[in-house]
């Protein structure tokens, strides 16, 4: 590299490829796609991520910066408030959250949706009542709003 403060356009891939980490600082990938991330306010180099999580990143600023104008916090506070709360003590369940759980439910196979009814601690002879998806389905239905 020619400029200490400058990395030209034909001097990204060995910039990415000398700073290339064994895993991506985003999403944890050991095996990944490596871009080289720059910040757009300030167009510096913030490091080298996989091309997945420059995507959730940009994704997550653009947002940001168009709808959250108002914020109190910064991004950075922002998202560390976003990981304290998705990290905190969960509630009740919510009417439309049974229908999700339900609906994966049934999109999972036979096998998958026995043991998930076995991991619930349902008894063998509930669960061998059920002849179809269906019924499987009402019974964890059943079981999880109790």
Known sequence: MKHEDYVRQDELPQYRNDNKPDKCPLLGHENFTPVVDHDHKSGRIRGVVSSEGNALLGKIENFYNSRCINSAYDLPETLRAIAEYLESEQGPLHPVGVRQ??????????????????????????????????????????????
């Open 101 to 146: 759980l339900v609906r994966r439910f049934k999109r999972s196979s036979k096998n998958d949706q026995i043991a998930i009814l076995d991991k619930l601690q349902i008894s063998s002879e509930s669960i061998n009542e059920c002849k179809n998806s269906e019924q499987r389905s009402k019974l964890y239905r059943k079981y999880i709003v109790k």
